[in-house]
């Protein structure tokens, strides 16, 4: 690409090939800092695709950058092969971030793909990403999803990149001065009353419960797979709970599978072996709920739900 927005790093192999031999990612974060040009995108290879990142947002992303799409949304390998055989009905990508998610579907599979990024940072991101890459069967919906039909206020942060705020989070730090903004929220059950949806895969960061029931009809009618990211701090900040999202989902869904990431270790040998074994680890109900129950619950679990 020789649009002058962006920065291509294909030259930066040498360092990425290091942090392969010695991952401790966000340590490299000064060195990669100071050869972004300030005010610039990133291109990052990874997969025959080459992804954008901006240089104001480059810490939350050291992970893509140094790592590649395995190393920035590892749950997706979970379920490619699933996705792949996936033939008829459209794919729902809620909470589509930068887009990594939504490029390595349309990779494996033809389906239609609709990615949801309510954050207008974000946003302008993803379709660039998306746009770049010719990814022509994913197209974008600058929205929330949720319980209702409604608008929500929308913390966004000044500096834009990937370190935003999300919805009215009691959480997370704002910056000084935070805009706030108007955002459309949609229930899936709203846009999608007619159309066969396949495959959901919802990452909101807290917001779980309220796109699932949004989805009630949808998942009734025509039990499309689910991939739910449930992030158990954060519902909690907004009234919900780990327990409840996942009983929601075990009252439509006989199979629910259960996945928990594998967290980094303190030892950088660990960390070496580690990078050559599978991002996730299966675990069982009675495990989930003993981890909720933990001083240090995991900061997010995934369920993969089939009927």
Known sequence: MTDGLYQDTENLWWLRRIAKLLPIHHRYYPLVQSLAVPGKFLLVPSLGFKV??????????????LGGLQAAVPDFFLVQNVLADLTNGVVLDVGANLGCWSLLCS?????????FEPEPTLFDILTRNIQTNAARNVDLRNVACGAEDTSVAF?????????????????????????VIDV????????????????????????EWHVLRGAADIIARRKPVLFVEIHPP?????GKSAAEVYSL?????????LYLPRQRAKNKLANFFNSYRSAHQAI????????????????????????
């Open 52 to 65: 954008a990142i901006p240089s104001a947002g480059l810490k939350p992303c050291m992970d893509l950058f």
């Open 184 to 207: 459309k929220c949609c229930k899936l059950d709203t846009l999608f009353v007619d159309q066969d949806v396949a495959f959901i895969k919802i990452d909101v960061e807290g917001f």
């Open 155 to 179: 913390h966004r942060a000044v500096s834009g990149g990937n370190g935003f705020t999300l919805l009215s989070d009691p959480g997370s730090p704002l910056p000084p001065d935070p805009e």
């Open 249 to 257: 989902l075990k009252s439509s869904y006989p199979h629910v599978a």
């Open 107 to 115: 990779r494996v599979s033809a389906l239609p793909i609709v990615a």
């Open 284 to 307: 069982s109900e009675e495990y989930f709920f003993d981890a909720l129950q933990s001083p240090n619950p995991p900061p997010q679990i995934y369920a993969l739900c089939r009927a």
């Open 234 to 238: 954060q519902l909690l900040d907004r």
